[in-house]
Antibody, heavy 117, light 107 residues
Framework: QVQLVQSGAEVKKPGASVKISCKAS????????MHWVRQAPGQGLEWMGLINPSGEITTYAQKFQGRVTMTRDASTSTAYLELDSLTSEDTAVYYCASHLYSSCDFWGQGTLVTVSS | DIQMTQSPSSLSASVGDRVTITCRASQDISSYLAWFQQKPGKAPKSLIYGASSLQSGVPSRFSGSGSGTYFTLTISGLQPEDFATYYCQQYNTYPVTFGPGTKVDIK
């Protein structure tokens, strides 16, 4: 069965960077897109962007352009999200979601990132 | 960006009720519409894609319809495990956008 297992919670100071991993299993990782979505406390879902199967093409939401980087490693079936210049407004749960049939078909369990001085 | 709206923002219902949630897109998205269910503290779960195609393993009491700019999610015979927040999402055009959510709770 498809599984996405994300790295653990992070606590960062303002201005720092965070890198989250998402390890996939149960499907051919290198054949499908991966999305990243975040959810601030008590808020709705916010799409951050996606990376194509080969890892050569990324599409980012304009809001995150310039401080987000999505990568993937086919050898370990792992996708990564890196977000720079963190502020308190980046405190959220970050999800990876694989695009097998449509958009976000299968989701990771989420990674809580807390930004606090 | 395509704006997604949902109504109602919340509703109270009883087990066994038929519940309908609507989702509107600010422009034509054809059938590139998905529905997600999220329970507190959990990741969202995909229910429907392509406006009306049920994800594998999703109970048949969930159904979706619509195309263009108007869509609905119907739960026929609400079960205790269905109390959750539901989100629609358009994936016709980047950026992908979500509706604000509809919270379904127990009457």
């Amino acid at each position: 069965q498809v599984q996405l297992v994300q790295s653990g919670a992070e606590v960062k100071k303002p201005g720092a960077s965070v890198k989250i991993s998402c390890k996939a299993s149960g499907y051919t990782f290198s054949s499908y897109y991966m999305h990243w979505v975040r959810q601030a406390p008590g808020q709705g879902l916010e799409w951050m962007g996606l990376i194509n199967p080969s890892g050569e093409i990324t599409t980012y939401a304009q809001k995150f352009q310039g401080r987000v980087t999505m990568t993937r490693d086919a050898s370990t079936s792992t996708a990564y999200l890196e977000l720079d210049s963190l502020t308190s407004e980046d405190t959220a749960v970050y999800y990876c979601a694989s695009h097998l049939y449509s958009s976000c078909d299968f989701w990771g369990q989420g990674t809580l990132v807390t930004v606090s001085s | 960006d395509i704006q997604m709206t949902q109504s109602p923002s919340s509703l109270s219902a009883s087990v066994g009720d038929r519940v309908t949630i609507t989702c509107r897109a600010s422009q034509d998205i054809s059938s590139y519409l998905a529905w997600f269910q999220q329970k507190p503290g959990k990741a969202p779960k995909s229910l429907i894609y392509g406006a009306s195609s049920l994800q594998s393993g999703v109970p048949s009491r969930f159904s979706g319809s619509g195309s263009g700019t108007y869509f609905t999610l119907t739960i026929s015979g609400l079960q205790p495990e269905d109390f959750a927040t539901y989100y629609c999402q358009q994936y016709n055009t980047y950026p992908v956008t979500f509706g604000p959510g509809t919270k379904v709770d127990i009457k």
